[in-house]
Each structure stands twice: as C-alpha cells, then as structure tokens.
C-alpha cells in the first residue's frame, strides 16, 4: 500500500499491489462533486496513477455506505447565477474531465458502493467496467429541476443500454435499483455491500496482471470501434494489434506459454 504523494482535500487516494484506488471523499455529502473533488479527481488520475509504473489499473468509489456520488453539490449550485454561454464554455471542463477518464490508458473500474445520481452516474459511465452492492440506486434525476444531465449522461447512456431505456430514465427522472442496472447492463455484477470492495480490488488486479500494452490497445480499440463504422474500427483494430506485435510482453507472454510458467510483463 502507497499513500498519495500529496493530500487531496476531497479524494482518498492509494495504491494496493498495482491498483490505484480512488474514494470519492465528501461523505457528509453524498460524496457530490462539489468543493474540490473535479480538481483533486483529475490530479489522482492524471498526475498520481498516470505517474506511477506500477499502477495498472484503477478503482474509483465512494466513501461511506450511502453513496457513491450523489452528483452536483445542489446545496452549493442553488443560488449560484450563470449565463448559458458562461456555462457553455465553463461545462467543457467537465465533458474534458470526464473524457480523459474515459480515455484513460490505464483500465478503470467503478465500484458503486450506494447511490449513483446524475454527475455520480456520469463518471460511473466514464469507467471500463462497473460492479455495484446490492443496495445501489441509478438515475439521471436532472429534469425534475428543470435542467439536463449535462456531464456526458445524454450522450453515454443511450450507447450503453440503448436509446429506449436511456429516455425512459432521463425523461421519467426514476431511479433504478441494482438489479436493474445489471438487466440493463449499466453494471456488470451485484454483490452484498461487505463483499464489494474486495471483490472489486480482486478484479482490478485480475485486469493489472495482463500485459499492459495488450490492454491499453484492447481498451482503446473498443472505445474507437464504438463510435464509427465496421470498416474504420477493423482497421483500428489492426493498428492496435501492430502496436504489440513486436512487444516484449508478447514475446514473455508466448514464452511463458511455451515454457508453462507465469510471465512477468514490464509494460514494454
């Protein structure tokens, strides 16, 4: 275990073999992405897990039973006053935010610990793969204060579950339950509050000890292929697999087979 290089006010931050886990810490409330959470969430991705060699996947949850991230700090926004091209040019920091979590190279994996409302949702879906206790909640509840999911919500959502059901739960403002969600496919297992976060790290890990290189491009070869045509993401796909053809962790990985041992990757 590693403790950060630096405190974060808002984001717990360490490292655990070679997965990095970051708590979204602002129990008192909801764990919302107010305060200083975007700017610490990116220095935990982009400078702390970027930085560190041994870090090969990420974990992100919440602190606490009751939620992952309940979203935007309401309390915080309430009376704050903006003009639409002031929030226009003020919100591509967060779709950027976001974004580079989704681009990531490094796997992400979310691990819903409690409710995951609005923004909450929206760095949920930013993640590789997500895993939840059975007590979580799911919804894109923006409308009911007269405005949008506007962190990626319109745009991630009806690619993951389709576009039915992504309006169904952006019009209606509902939440779900966990085993929605994994009917759904917003999650990919449910398991007892207790047995998350162990499972989660073993699954991280599980993800951390295959090559690299491999998954870095089996990664980005999927989020390509996701948003063009059959043909484009085909030849990405060639791209990607050129990209490791000639790597050593391929050269270990065919030895190891060969030779019936476990293979040590470095990453190169």
Same mark, same amino acid.
């Given at each position: 275990?590693? $403790?950060?290089?630096?405190?974060?006010?808002?984001?717990?931050?360490?490292?655990?073999?070679?997965?990095?886990?970051?708590?979204?810490?602002?129990?008192?409330?909801?764990?919302?992405?107010?305060?200083?959470?975007?700017?610490?969430?990116?220095?935990?991705?982009?400078?702390?897990?970027?930085?560190?060699?041994?870090?090969?996947?990420?974990?992100?949850?919440?602190?606490?039973?009751?939620?992952?991230?309940?979203?935007?700090?309401?309390?915080?926004?309430?009376?704050?006053?903006?003009?639409?091209?002031?929030?226009?040019?003020?919100?591509?920091?967060?779709?950027?935010?976001?974004?580079?979590?989704?681009?990531?190279?490094?796997?992400?994996?979310?691990?819903?610990?409690?409710? $995951?409302?609005?923004?909450?949702?929206?760095?949920?879906?930013?993640?590789?793969?997500?895993?939840?206790?059975?007590?979580?909640?799911?919804?894109?509840?923006?409308?009911?204060?007269?405005?949008?999911?506007?962190?990626?919500?319109?745009?991630?959502?009806?690619?993951?579950?389709?576009?039915?059901?992504?309006?169904?739960?952006?019009?209606?403002?509902? @939440?779900?339950?966990?085993?929605?969600? @994994?009917?759904?496919?917003?999650?990919?297992?449910?398991?007892?509050?207790?047995?998350?976060?162990?499972?989660?790290?073993?699954?991280?890990?599980?993800? $951390?000890?295959?090559?690299?290189?491999?998954?870095?491009?089996?990664?980005?070869?999927?989020?390509?292929?996701?948003?063009?045509? @059959?043909?484009?993401?085909?030849?990405?796909?060639?791209?990607?697999?050129?990209?490791?053809?000639?790597?050593?962790?391929?050269?270990?990985?065919?030895?190891?087979?060969?030779?019936?041992?476990?293979?040590?990757?470095?990453?190169?």
């Amino acid at each position: 275990m590693s $403790a950060a290089p630096a405190a974060l006010a808002s984001v717990l931050y360490e490292r655990r073999e070679n997965v990095a886990i970051v708590t979204l810490n602002r129990p008192g409330r909801m764990n919302t992405l107010g305060g200083s959470m975007k700017p610490d969430l990116a220095r935990a991705f982009f400078e702390y897990a970027r930085a560190d060699e041994r870090v090969r996947a990420v974990l992100i949850t919440g602190s606490g039973e009751r939620a992952f991230c309940a979203g935007a700090d309401i309390k915080e926004r309430a009376d704050q006053q903006t003009t639409g091209s002031d929030y226009f040019v003020a919100q591509k920091a967060t779709h950027e935010l976001l974004r580079n979590i989704e681009e990531f190279e490094k796997p992400v994996v979310a691990a819903i610990n409690g409710v $995951a409302l609005g923004g909450g949702l929206e760095v949920a879906l930013c993640c590789d793969i997500r895993l939840a206790c059975d007590s979580a909640r799911f919804g894109l509840p923006e409308v009911k204060l007269g405005v949008i999911p506007a962190a990626g919500g319109t745009q991630r959502l009806p690619r993951l579950i389709g576009q039915a059901r992504a309006k169904e739960l952006i019009l209606t403002a509902d @939440l779900i339950d966990a085993d929605t969600a @994994l009917r759904y496919g917003i999650v990919s297992r449910v398991l007892p509050q207790a047995e998350l976060m162990p499972a989660a790290i073993a699954f991280a890990q599980r993800i $951390a000890e295959h090559p690299p290189l491999a998954v870095r491009f089996a990664k980005r070869a999927i989020n390509r292929g996701l948003q063009t045509d @059959l043909d484009s993401g085909l030849e990405y796909e060639r791209y990607a697999a050129a990209m490791v053809i000639d790597s050593a962790d391929r050269k270990e990985g065919m030895r190891a087979f060969v030779e019936k041992r476990k293979p040590v990757f470095t990453g190169r």
